[in-house]
């Protein structure tokens, strides 16, 4: 959220302006001033912009406002989320909750004052509507849908298959596009052979690709720099190196291939 006064603090622009919609006035200064504590912890702006996408979505669910909500609303946005044709996962409603308990820490903590002055404004004050009986914990390392399950060796081998195939296909054709179908077989098969993430995979680079003294055989792929991986508590992305497993050792002869492919290319 971008403030009109910068260097001036939510609460204290409150005694300055007369809003015509008060109420309205005060939760957006709310998520200000919740978006500037969030900031002051070096969260990044698209984890704090997703979460006060949240708190708005749940006031508009209620149609109350912070100081009016009660446990109640929670659990009827709970089942809301649950019930539709597409009901959220149990890890997205976990996520609802974790947001929404954290707007209302920052909102009942007395050293900003938002109770106060609430109380002054509205004769209410915000309460922590989310306890441990109306919110999901992570109690399991995996939440993902039970009819989802991994490939068997032989669907990766028919997948991978499948899409060598293509690049010869287009080189047969004489078509244009047998590079690019030849880099999407590599990444398909880096992303198994390395245990990425989508984001781990697109933020890789060549010069993430590094040697590993232990095992040299493997020349300059003997492991995998992740720049991008998956952050905890607002964190930013995580750094770590993943090893080239001699099971797969296979896959340094796709990444030399594709190396030599586009460096013939850049040249």
Same mark, same amino acid.
């Given at each position: 959220?971008?403030?009109?006064?910068?260097?001036?603090?939510?609460?204290?622009?409150?005694?300055?302006?007369?809003?015509?919609?008060?109420?309205?006035?005060?939760?957006?200064?709310?998520?200000?001033? !919740?978006?500037?504590?969030?900031?002051?912890?070096?969260?990044?702006? %698209?984890?704090?912009?997703?979460?006060?996408?949240v708190v708005r979505?749940?006031?508009?669910?209620?149609?109350?406002?912070?100081?009016?909500?009660?446990?109640?609303?929670?659990?009827?946005?709970?089942?809301?989320?649950?019930?539709?044709?597409?009901?959220?996962?149990?890890?997205?409603?976990?996520?609802?909750?974790?947001?929404?308990?954290?707007?209302c820490d920052y909102?009942?903590?007395?050293?900003?004052? !938002?109770?106060?002055?609430?109380?002054?404004?509205?004769?209410?004050?915000?309460?922590?509507?989310?306890?441990?009986?109306?919110?999901?914990?992570?109690?399991?390392?995996?939440?993902?849908?039970?009819e989802r399950r991994?490939?068997?060796?032989?669907?990766?081998? %028919?997948? $991978?298959?499948?899409?060598?195939?293509?690049?010869?296909?287009?080189?047969?054709?004489?078509?244009?596009?047998?590079?690019?179908?030849?880099?999407?077989?590599?990444?398909?098969?880096?992303?198994?052979?390395?245990?990425?993430?989508?984001?781990?995979?697109?933020?890789?680079?060549?010069?993430?690709?590094?040697?590993?003294?232990?095992?040299?055989?493997?020349?300059? $792929?003997?492991?995998?720099?992740?720049?991008?991986?998956?952050?905890?508590?607002?964190?930013?992305?995580?750094?770590?190196?993943?090893?080239?497993?001699?099971?797969?050792?296979?896959?340094?002869?796709?990444?030399? %291939?594709?190396?030599?492919?586009?460096?013939?290319?850049?040249?």
């Amino acid at each position: 959220m971008v403030h009109e006064h910068p260097g001036v603090s939510p609460l204290r622009r409150l005694g300055n302006v007369r809003a015509l919609d008060e109420k309205q006035f005060v939760f957006d200064a709310m998520l200000s001033g !919740w978006s500037d504590q969030q900031a002051s912890r070096a969260l990044s702006w %698209q984890t704090i912009a997703s979460r006060a996408q949240v708190v708005r979505r749940f006031g508009e669910f209620t149609g109350r406002y912070p100081w009016e909500w009660s446990p109640g609303d929670l659990e009827d946005f709970t089942t809301q989320a649950k019930s539709r044709p597409h009901p959220a996962a149990r890890s997205t409603i976990r996520g609802y909750h974790t947001i929404i308990r954290l707007f209302c820490d920052y909102l009942t903590d007395a050293r900003y004052e !938002w109770a106060t002055e609430c109380e002054e404004r509205f004769g209410s004050t915000p309460q922590q509507i989310c306890h441990e009986w109306n919110t999901a914990t992570h109690l399991l390392d995996y939440e993902g849908r039970v009819e989802r399950r991994a490939l068997t060796y032989d669907e990766l081998e %028919q997948f $991978f298959t499948a899409v060598d195939e293509r690049v010869e296909t287009i080189v047969h054709r004489g078509r244009k596009g047998a590079l690019s179908a030849l880099r999407d077989a590599q990444i398909f098969k880096t992303i198994y052979a390395y245990g990425l993430r989508r984001a781990e995979a697109t933020g890789l680079d060549v010069a993430d690709l590094r040697p590993n003294g232990a095992a040299s055989r493997f020349g300059r $792929f003997g492991a995998v720099d992740v720049r991008w991986g998956k952050g905890s508590h607002g964190s930013g992305p995580r750094r770590r190196s993943v090893l080239t497993l001699p099971e797969l050792g296979w896959i340094t002869d796709g990444l030399a %291939q594709l190396n030599i492919r586009f460096a013939g290319v850049q040249r």
